[in-house]
């Protein structure tokens, strides 16, 4: 997605269209990042749209190369930089003003600040890359949940969710779930391995 709004010849608004998908996908990990950093909620929300207007007004995102490392390690270091320049000029974004790619849910900022409250030792890094991690997987097991209720598999996928959550929901024995799909425990195992 985002090599291709930095090669992209295409209108400015189909470029910006991907990368305000990209801010609303990773605002999280950036949050986070922020709050660990040592800033308050409302700071952290502000630079994290900071951040985010900068990278798309400056096209920073261009010159993200996958032969010198991950996105998610060219963003980290993108945000470093970005602050320190922001606390060398002594200000912040203010919400509302400037260009707002996306609005940040308040209620999923409030869970977000929790989180960090929550979270514990360790230093910003870490959660940072924590969260990052999750993020993807979220979006992973929303996608294959599309996918399965395409194949007509909607309860299949309900059943192995727990296998496969980021969550620490309790799992369910293969002989129970075959029981409750009417499957036998081998027909499942392989649908699970497809």
Request: glycine share 6%.
């Amino acid at each position: 997605m985002v090599l291709d709004a930095a090669q992209s010849q295409s209108p400015p608004d189909q470029a910006l269209s991907a990368l305000s998908e990209l801010c609303r996908i990773y605002w999280r990990p950036i949050f986070l990042f922020l709050r660990r950093q040592g800033s308050n909620a409302e700071d952290a929300q502000d630079l994290t749209q900071g951040f985010f207007e900068h990278l798309i007004e400056s096209r920073t995102y261009a010159r993200a190369d996958q032969e010198k490392g991950r996105f998610r390690s060219f963003l980290l270091g993108a945000l470093k930089h970005f602050l320190a320049h922001a606390r060398a000029r002594d200000r912040t974004q203010k919400r509302g003003g400037g260009m707002v790619l996306a609005t940040l849910d308040t209620a999923a900022l409030a869970e977000a600040d929790a989180h960090a409250m929550r979270s514990g030792g360790g230093n910003a890094e870490h959660l940072y890359e924590r969260e990052w991690a999750e993020t993807l997987l979220r979006q992973t097991l929303d996608r294959l949940k599309q996918e399965c209720a395409l194949a007509g598999k909607e309860v299949l996928f309900e059943q192995l969710n727990s296998y496969l959550s980021i969550t620490n929901e309790t799992t369910v024995p293969y002989e129970e779930m075959a029981h409750r799909l009417g499957r036998p425990v081998a027909t499942l195992r392989s649908d699970v391995t497809r």
